[in-house]
């Protein structure tokens, strides 16, 4: 196992400097110069190239990218082009709104989803497969600015349980975090229930009930547990799409995160800033999917990783 670990650790490596590379040519495609942004609308060409200078943006594009990635390995994150402060001063109070509303998220649509897979996969054809498969499927089709903005207008606004937004308390992670993870929830519904389902096919299941054990042991030993690596996948994989997702929910909640913080850098085309928040991003989706691969062997202990 710590092998294999080593191994996919080390397999990253290549993967982070691609993307790093495709997130620098990204970033210098936008629109915009924060050189000017910096120096005034009313600024000479010459005060513009100074501030240019002084940000290091007169250099070529090749001695850019190797400074970033000489900074970001040593752990100098750099400084802000927007603010002068260091990123990591920015990032840290940053993150941890992010990472609670992802969490939360991730856990109710689980306790959720696989619940309500499991009622439809014990139900299959029956009309109430029906009507939870409906309510599941309307999860992923409604937007989550629509979804978001409903929720404040009638549990914030007209009924006054949760704040309209910011992060003052727990209270303040409750309505986005539904909103979040509102199409997760449908989605690991849909695998529960197409995973169960085959499952519920198999020799062993019948097996299993003809030898008198209960229904509930069927199901919740014999057949969830069997099915939980589709499962795991789905929720490892949304769980990292969360904490990169969340930008749309924390923008219309007012949450100070990382998302937050993404959308306000791109529109003042903060290189520095944009570079190191999607390559955090990066490194936690890779992070989750490894932590994903080990549930495998945990679930299942004959999967061995050689």
């Given amino acids: 196992m710590k092998g294999y670990i080593f191994k996919r650790l080390i397999n990253?490596?290549?993967?982070?400097?691609?993307v790093s590379i495709l997130i620098f040519m990204f970033i210098h495609l936008i629109p915009g110069d924060p050189a000017r942004l910096l120096a005034g609308q009313n600024a000479t060409y010459d005060?513009?190239?100074?501030?240019?200078?002084?940000?290091?943006?007169?250099?070529?594009?090749?001695?850019?990218?190797?400074?970033?990635?000489?900074?970001f390995v040593s752990g100098n994150l750099g400084n802000s082009i927007k603010t002068g402060l260091p990123i990591g001063d920015m990032i840290g109070?940053?993150?941890?709104?992010t990472f609670i509303l992802a969490i939360f998220s991730i856990v109710w649509a689980s306790i959720f989803g696989v619940g309500i897979g499991i009622i439809s996969a014990v139900n299959r054809g029956k009309a109430l497969d029906y009507i939870v498969m409906i309510g599941a499927i309307s999860g992923i089709s409604l937007p989550l600015f629509w979804l978001g903005l409903m929720l404040i207008e009638i549990f914030s606004v007209q009924l006054g349980w949760f704040p309209t937004g910011g992060v003052d308390s727990y209270k303040s992670y409750i309505l986005p975090g539904i909103t979040l993870g509102a199409g997760i929830t449908s989605m690991i519904a849909r695998y529960?229930?197409?995973?169960?389902?085959?499952?519920?096919?198999?020799?062993?299941?019948?097996?299993s009930r003809a030898k008198g054990i209960s229904e509930f042991w069927v199901i919740m030993k014999h057949t969830l547990r069997n099915s939980l690596i589709d499962v795991v996948t789905i929720v490892g994989l949304q769980f990292g799409f969360l904490?990169?997702?969340?930008?749309?929910?924390e923008t219309v909640f007012s949450i100070p995160g990382l998302g937050r913080l993404l959308i306000d850098s791109i529109l003042f085309r903060d290189y520095t800033v944009i570079q190191v928040i999607l390559l955090i991003f990066t490194l936690q989706f890779i992070v989750v999917n490894l932590v994903v691969d080990v549930l495998y062997g945990v679930l299942n202990p004959k999967i061995r990783y050689d």
């Fill in 47 to 71: 005060e513009i190239q100074l501030m240019r200078e002084h940000l290091g943006l007169n250099k070529p594009l090749y001695i850019q990218y190797f400074n970033f990635i000489k900074d």
């Fill in 93 to 97: 109070p940053r993150f941890k709104p």
């Fill in 243 to 249: 904490l990169a997702g969340s930008v749309l929910v």
């Fill in 192 to 207: 529960t229930r197409s995973s169960m389902s085959e499952i519920l096919k198999e020799p062993y299941i019948r097996t």
């Fill in 12 to 18: 990253t490596i290549p993967i982070l400097i691609v």
